[in-house]
């Protein structure tokens, strides 16, 4: 496999294509504006191609053709990537990539209807501001400000996320607590996603804030509207919906990772089967269970998931203490102070 320069990167356009009519993201490294690599398994008129966006890889292209490549593949594509494959490709998984415990999860992509009579605008409770994110908003550096330039992770650059991202937040006492921004764009294509703060949740502000985006999005010239989610999760596809936006198709990532974002999206059978799953991949790849932690914490077993965190600390991982913090499938442990001297002893470790 080759490792192309960006000036190449239209040798694996051809290749990409189908994917990248569901994957904005793809689109975007190939223009230029999202970070990316992209490998091909020849030069000239590759039969397969590969693309990394953070920890989105993407594999396109003619698995019948690329035998002597698999090796490689296996070595590019590491056990941890969120994995969406061409159809053609999910039973030579076994062959091309060394996590052989990742498991499919459903997606669901949508979008505007092909005729819209546009989107009205949401109000919002009284002391919440709605603003767009731009430069004017960074420099009046307002209280959870990483929200915003988190999104600018992945792009290109600050001054080309500023220059081709659109979105809105909402401000509240000073401080960011719900926002909407496009992922990606290419073209008239735009990818959106949503974010709210727990503690601001069921009142319209992710609403507002997507409903403002979309509408900029669409007077800027990007109505390719896309947005996607786990299928589990019912609060981001009620916001879509609630905006005017239909399901396009369904697809499927691979992953260790938990098929959900939020509390409620699994049902409590769902997290300990999920739970059994990863502990016995731990034996083989110990940060999975960092997510069987959040599995057995999703399905109320307090000592299974401390006993998983504990492996998974001793184990030698070398993640750091604010994910276990920060992770969402721990949020009703994080007080806990058998939880709370676990991670002291990773953040320990990790500051030594």
Known sequence: MFLLEQAAYPAAQSVLKDLSSTHVAIAAVLDGTLEGEVWVDRAVEPRVALLANGDAYYLAGLPDEAGESFAELKELIPDWAYFFVEDRWSDRLGDIWSNGFARPHPRVRMGLPAVSHGLAATALPDGFRLVPIDQRLLDL??????????????????????????????????????????????????????????????LGLGKAAAAATIAECVKRGRPDIEWHTHASNKGSIA????????????????????????????????????????????????????????????????????????????????GGAEWLEGYWAVQSLVDDPEFKAIVAKQRAVSEA
């Open 141 to 202: 550096e307002p209280g959870d400000i990483e929200t915003v330039t988190d999104l600018m992770e992945g792009w290109a650059s600050p001054e080309v996320f500023l220059e081709n991202a659109i979105g809105f937040c909402v401000l509240h006492d000073g401080s960011i607590v719900s926002h909407c921004a496009t992922d990606s764009v290419s073209g008239t294509r735009c990818e959106v996603g949503v974010g709210t703060e727990p503690a601001y949740r069921r």
């Open 239 to 318: 916001i879509a919906n609630g905006i005017g936006l239909i399901e396009r198709d369904r697809h499927v990532a691979y992953s260790g990772n938990l098929p959900a974002e939020n509390v409620g999206d699994l049902d409590l059978d769902t997290c300990r089967e999920w739970g059994l799953h990863l502990e016995r991949a731990s034996d083989h790849i110990n940060w999975y269970r960092f997510h069987a932690t959040g599995a057995w914490t999703l399905a109320g077993d307090r000592t299974r998931a401390l006993a998983n965190l504990r492996q998974l600390v001793d184990g030698g991982w070398e």
